[in-house]
Structures are given as structure tokens and as C-alpha cells.
């Protein structure tokens, strides 16, 4: 079936796809927009109260549907599964959501789909991993979120540090999408500036202590969220409208999203979040940004993380 490049659907219509579909509807990505869930009378209800507010924003048909409307999707994002409760991390998520994931990926492929399908359900490494492995489908046709969130969270940070627009600066969330992910420190800059020349010329050092800090901030805002308000959808559908612009509008942009890996920084038979080009037709190159001694070390460790999660699911032989 041909594919439709202004057609997407969400499965999953929880608080994190809801943001998402309202996010695609500020955007004007797409003309067509299903929505899909296990309770369909959500879906619906999401569908009738987007749209509610098109008179207000982009033309486009958004409905609730089935299996069978995903088939010429150009996108199709995957929310589907369990929510992070307070105390739990996003690795413990894995026994239900490897069992939601599964069932969705039989319908999906049971179609003849020839889109993206991009994984945010976490973990969200893990499970952009196991769904490459199910569906057969070309590494750059299967996407996670990866650190693309993670990696505004620390820009967000570093800007309000340093008294500058965060989207003048420019630094990297990479690893899991989780507790052992690392900030890319060595290539952080300000427009080009390097960070440590860019602190020298405002006269406001940052020193390991404060990066440190920077750093488990960032990596542990979800918990502190999730502590005050039980979730967090707001800032992933903005990343994930981000990584959706870069898909339909051909963009070719760097983001740090969740892609298999078959051999960059000596990885593969994982998926991790490191930087990568996407456009038009998803992953189109990995880029090895160079790193420092201890952050090669740092992304090793988190791979083996990730290879010991692996491990513990019952997935299809890999391709070769």
C-alpha cells in the first residue's frame, strides 16, 4: 500500500498521545490524524475534542479508527503502556510493555505498512530495540524518542544558568533514556562558543560541582515531576513534534533519538539514544560525535545496561 506523507496516527490516547495529538494539531503537520487505543470510547472522546478547536488552528481531519486506517500512515507513534509510577524506574517498565508492544507490532504488521513507526513508550531504548527485531522493518524505518527530551531538559537548564536563550545552546543528552544516560559536556557550546570559553567571556565559571549538578538534574526531572503531578506529557509532545517536523518536512536534523545501532561507538545489538540525521525517510545517518575518555566510558556502561535488558526478552533472531 502506498504510503500517505500527511497521514499519522497515535496509538495510545493516555495523557503522553493526547499531548502529542494536540501538539501535531498546533503544528499543521498532517491532514489526517487517527487515533487509536484499547478503550475506544477515549479515543473518540480525544478525537471529538481536538476537534473541537480546528476552527482555531491547521485543516485536518482527526478521528478515532482501527488497524486497518494505519496501513498508509507515513507515522505512526506508539504511547501505548503502562505509566512510570513515583518510586519505579523506566527499566522496570519493561514485563508490561514488551506484552502491549508485542500485540500492537502483530496488528500493524499484519498490514501492509510502509511508514516510520516511532516508539515513545519507555523503556523507550529497549522498546524501539525489540520492536525493530519484531516488525523486520529497515533499522531507519524504527525510531524511539530517545534523548531528544532529556537533551531540551538540559538546555533548558544550561540557558537559565548561563542568562542566554536555550535555543542558543547547544549540548546532548546521550545513553538510555534513563537513570545511567550522560551529557556530552566535551562538545557543549553557546552558538559555536565553546562552554568553557563562553563561562570565561561572561565571567561566570561552571565548574565540575555545577555540571554535576546540571547533569542529575536532568536525569532525574521525571521523577520530580512524576513526584507533583503523577506524569509527565507535556515537554515529550514537544519533543516528539519536533522529531515529526524534522520526519515530514525532509529536514535532515540532529536529534538524539533512539536508533539501532550496528557497530557506531562499537555498539550493536541494541538500540541507544545517541545523535543521528533524521528526515523524510526516519534514520537516515548515525553520527559518531567525538566524545571524551570517561563520557566513551560513561555511554559503554549505559549500552550494557541496555544489552543486560535485552537479554531478559524473547525477541526474534536478529537480521543479518
Same mark, same amino acid.
Given at each position: 500500500?502506498?504510503?500517505?506523507?500527511?497521514?499519522?496516527?497515535?496509538?495510545?490516547?493516555?495523557?503522553?498521545?493526547?499531548?502529542?495529538?494536540?501538539?501535531?494539531?498546533?503544528?499543521?503537520?498532517?491532514?489526517?490524524?487517527?487515533?487509536?487505543?484499547?478503550?475506544?470510547?477515549?479515543?473518540?472522546?480525544?478525537?471529538?475534542?481536538?476537534?473541537?478547536?480546528?476552527?482555531?488552528?491547521?485543516?485536518?481531519?482527526?478521528?478515532?479508527?482501527?488497524?486497518?486506517?494505519?496501513?498508509?500512515?507515513?507515522?505512526?507513534?506508539?504511547?501505548?503502556?503502562?505509566?512510570?509510577?513515583?518510586?519505579?524506574?523506566?527499566?522496570?517498565?519493561?514485563?508490561?510493555? %514488551? #506484552?502491549?508492544?508485542?500485540?500492537?507490532?502483530? &496488528?500493524?504488521?499484519? $498490514? *501492509?505498512?510502509? +511508514?516510520? /513507526?516511532?516508539?515513545?513508550?519507555?523503556?523507550?531504548?529497549?522498546?524501539?530495540?525489540?520492536?525493530?527485531?519484531?516488525?523486520?522493518?529497515?533499522?531507519?524505518?524504527?525510531?524511539?524518542?530517545?534523548?531528544?527530551?532529556?537533551?531540551?531538559?538540559?538546555?533548558?537548564?544550561?540557558?537559565?544558568?548561563?542568562?542566554?536563550?536555550?535555543?542558543?545552546?547547544?549540548?546532548?543528552?546521550?545513553?538510555?533514556?534513563?537513570?545511567?544516560?550522560?551529557?556530552?559536556?566535551?562538545?557543549?557550546?553557546?552558538?559555536?562558543?565553546?562552554?568553557?570559553?563562553?563561562?570565561?567571556?561572561?565571567?561566570?565559571?561552571?565548574?565540575?560541582?555545577?555540571?554535576?549538578?546540571?547533569?542529575?538534574?536532568?536525569?532525574?526531572?521525571?521523577?520530580?515531576?512524576?513526584?507533583?503531578?503523577?506524569?509527565?506529557?507535556?515537554? %515529550? #509532545?514537544?519533543?516528539?513534534?519536533?522529531?515529526? &517536523?524534522?520526519?515530514? $518536512? *525532509?529536514?535532515? +536534523?540532529? /536529534?538524539?533519538?533512539?536508533?539501532?545501532?550496528?557497530?557506531?561507538?562499537?555498539?550493536?545489538?541494541?538500540?541507544?539514544?545517541?545523535?543521528?540525521?533524521?528526515?523524510?525517510?526516519?534514520?537516515?545517518?548515525?553520527?559518531?560525535?567525538?566524545?571524551?575518555?570517561?563520557?566513551?566510558?560513561?555511554?559503554?556502561?549505559?549500552?550494557?545496561?541496555?544489552?543486560?535488558?535485552?537479554?531478559?526478552?524473547?525477541?526474534?533472531?536478529?537480521?543479518?
Amino acid at each position: 500500500m502506498s504510503v500517505n506523507p500527511r497521514k499519522a496516527a497515535i496509538i495510545g490516547c493516555g495523557s503522553v498521545g493526547a499531548s502529542i495529538a494536540f501538539r501535531f494539531l498546533q503544528l499543521g503537520l498532517f491532514s489526517q490524524l487517527v487515533l487509536l487505543d484499547a478503550n475506544r470510547d477515549k479515543a473518540e472522546g480525544e478525537a471529538m475534542d481536538l476537534s473541537d478547536g480546528l476552527p482555531y488552528g491547521a485543516s485536518m481531519e482527526i478521528t478515532a479508527g482501527t488497524y486497518d486506517d494505519v496501513a498508509d500512515c507515513a507515522l505512526v507513534v506508539i504511547t501505548a503502556g503502562a505509566n512510570q509510577k513515583p518510586g519505579e524506574t523506566r527499566l522496570d517498565l519493561i514485563g508490561k510493555n %514488551i #506484552a502491549i508492544l508485542k500485540s500492537i507490532l502483530e &496488528q500493524i504488521t499484519a $498490514r *501492509d505498512f510502509g +511508514g516510520i /513507526l516511532l516508539i515513545v513508550s519507555n523503556p523507550v531504548d529497549v522498546l524501539t530495540y525489540a520492536a525493530w527485531r519484531l516488525t523486520g522493518y529497515p533499522r531507519s524505518r524504527v525510531l524511539g524518542s530517545g534523548t531528544v527530551l532529556d537533551t531540551g531538559r538540559l538546555k533548558q537548564l544550561l540557558g537559565d544558568k548561563l542568562g542566554v536563550d536555550s535555543r542558543n545552546v547547544h549540548a546532548f543528552i546521550i545513553g538510555e533514556h534513563g537513570d545511567s544516560e550522560l551529557a556530552v559536556w566535551s562538545g557543549a557550546n553557546v552558538s559555536g562558543v565553546d562552554l568553557e570559553d563562553f563561562c570565561r567571556l561572561r565571567g561566570d565559571g561552571l565548574g565540575h560541582k555545577e555540571l554535576e549538578e546540571l547533569y542529575e538534574q536532568v536525569r532525574d526531572s521525571a521523577y520530580e515531576i512524576i513526584r507533583r503531578k503523577g506524569a509527565t506529557y507535556y515537554g %515529550i #509532545a514537544m519533543a516528539v513534534g519536533r522529531i515529526a &517536523q524534522c520526519i515530514v $518536512r *525532509d529536514e535532515h +536534523g540532529v /536529534l538524539p533519538v533512539s536508533a539501532v545501532l550496528q557497530g557506531e561507538y562499537g555498539l550493536k545489538g541494541l538500540a541507544l539514544s545517541v545523535p543521528a540525521v533524521v528526515d523524510r525517510g526516519g534514520l537516515e545517518e548515525i553520527l559518531e560525535i567525538p566524545l571524551s575518555q570517561e563520557e566513551r566510558w560513561a555511554l559503554t556502561a549505559s549500552a550494557h545496561q541496555m544489552e543486560q535488558a535485552i537479554a531478559c526478552l524473547d525477541l526474534p533472531g536478529e537480521k543479518k
